[in-house]
């Protein structure tokens, strides 16, 4: 890991959101979006935000020019979240970074605190530390920050491949650190989680 890492956010909202019926990115939540609410617990954390989007990018671009992001689009989503990934980590290195904090469009974002925590946590942390990762009542989630070792192990993986086959294949180098932020592990995939969330995570 270098000496001083200097981050880009990441935010997967390339999706199709199906069993949503419309594009979880732009749900409403705290004054905004789960876009902007991405966007907005990323920006004190990195030096920059990309979002990567595909056939949505349009509709997306307005809140992205808000809040003084990048766009990146996935060409071919239909490959899976993966190759969106790849795509937000490619750009990651072209934009001369070589660190990022990565999260999903299709949940409630984060604490501002949790993700300075986690990169708090990577900066901190010995050598062979390619990534931190959130855990709350014994579940991984989201943001995940990982250093170029980690960004170049997604980048070389196949086309196939899984972000979790990947972890699993570098699980020595992975540092999980215990947060006290439910949201990191806050999943919404239908119009009935989204309304159960919004009943139990108080707004703010």
């Known amino acids: 890991m270098p000496l001083s890492p200097s981050f880009a956010g990441v935010i997967l909202a390339a999706g199709s959101s199906t069993r949503m019926g ?7 939540w705290r004054d905004g979006t789960f876009l902007s609410a991405g966007i ?5 954390v990195t030096e920059l935000v990309i979002v990567v989007a595909s056939g949505n990018a349009a509709e997306l671009t307005p809140i992205v020019n808000a809040h003084a992001a990048f766009l990146a689009v996935n060409p071919d989503p239909q490959r899976g979240q993966f190759s969106s990934l790849q795509v937000g980590l490619q750009e990651v290195l072209n934009r001369g970074r070589d660190a990022a904090i990565v999260t999903l469009v299709d949940r409630p974002a984060a604490e501002v605190a949790t993700a300075r925590q986690l990169r708090d946590a990577f900066l901190s942390a010995d050598d062979p530390t390619w990534a931190a990762v959130p855990e709350f009542g014994g579940k991984h989630g989201h943001p995940f920050v990982i250093g170029r070792e980690m960004i170049e192990a997604f980048l070389r993986a196949p086309v196939g491949a899984t972000a979790r086959e990947i972890e699993h294949a570098n699980q020595q180098h992975i540092r999980y650190i215990p947060v006290s932020d439910p949201l990191v592990i806050a999943n919404v995939d239908t119009p009935e989680d989204f309304e159960r969330i919004r009943m139990e995570i108080p707004a703010q």
Do not use: E, Q
């Open 40 to 44: 907005r617990m990323l920006r004190p």
């Open 22 to 28: 419309r594009d979880k990115a732009l749900l409403p």
